[in-house]
DNA sequence: TTTAATTTTTAGACTAATCTAACAAATTCT
DNA sequence: AGAATTTGTTAGATTAGTCTAAAAATTAAA
């Protein structure tokens, strides 16, 4: 059985394929130079790989296409790219820039496990009614300006009882 | 000007380093061959571009030292380390294996702003009073459980008002 | 102090990812 | 259609990091 196993790399190149193919509906090996930023040679080196090992379909001169394992690995990457850009931007309050930046690196570093955590967590912090930021949230945006721990009710209820 | 930028392994070589000479206050090749797991040629390689990236002093046959920037960076890195993993494990729940895995290559994936509000953030989570977990991450932790946000006291606070 | 064992270093090969530069195919424009 | 331009491909070089295997230095043992 051949190795499916990608580099960060090569899952960038999955990424941006998938990306590609939202706004264009037909991708080239052009469009995947530019938007990675290196040199079409790489890209058909990269191509070369992706399609050995079955996640993209390719011939000369064509069309670059997923297959649907390619697809697959590009949505998960995606989904932890968002899960991170959310919680670094809503939760820790980084700007966008930076926060894309970051989610572009750690979406190669997380386990499936821990995006599947972090996606619930996001789901908690921001499913909150009325998507306004659910008061704990606020009281570390309060720490995070002035150093210090809000007062009052959050006060309280942390050192409560137990379970609902 | 020489280029003092590192790759993610190169900062693995300055972390282990570091903490090999924390438990044996003198660090050989051998050391840090056995810790990352390579061969002690690799290690070699590495010290030649850390030395001459002034990390580490090394001379033929000698111990391995870092020098203070060396030292420095090691410092930021393992702060990372802890800040990621005590942020998967203490908010996510990820289990200590897993979350170590992943805070060990996020370790150089995350940017210095992000690390240092995460660590505010998990001094927020954790400098609660007693070391009891705020309420809030009770919630969590049984909506991860359940899939059901919790009722009663945490529901309304997150529809309230304005700053403490 | 010689020998043996361990450790370190060197030399050379390999892989992944990139680049440049030359060449080939496809498209576009008269 | 034929020329010019754009796009894609190939070949060969480069860099970082690793490996194996062999040689050199150090350390430990007899």
Request: charged content about 30%; overall charge positive; glycine content about 8%.
């Amino acid at each position: 059985m051949r190795d499916r196993k990608l580099s960060s790399n090569m899952e960038d190149y999955l990424e941006a394929i998938a990306a590609l193919k939202k706004e264009n509906d037909v991708v080239r090996v052009r469009d995947i130079s530019q938007s990675i930023g290196v040199k079409s040679s790489s890209v058909n080196a990269a191509l070369k790989t992706l399609s050995g090992k079955g996640y993209v379909d390719h011939e000369r001169y064509g069309y670059v296409k997923l297959t649907p394992d390619g697809e697959e690995v590009a949505g998960n990457i995606q989904s932890k790219h968002d899960a991170l850009l959310k919680f670094l931007s809503t939760v820790l309050g980084i700007n966008k820039g930076i926060a894309s930046e970051d989610a572009c690196k750690m979406e190669h570093a997380i386990s499936s496990q821990t995006f599947s955590k972090l996606a619930k967590f996001m789901q908690f912090v921001e499913g909150d009614l009325n998507g306004k930021k659910p008061e704990w949230l606020k009281g570390f945006n309060y720490y995070i300006k002035t150093g210090k721990r809000p007062k009052c009710k959050m006060r309280e209820l942390a050192t409560e009882k137990k379970e609902p």
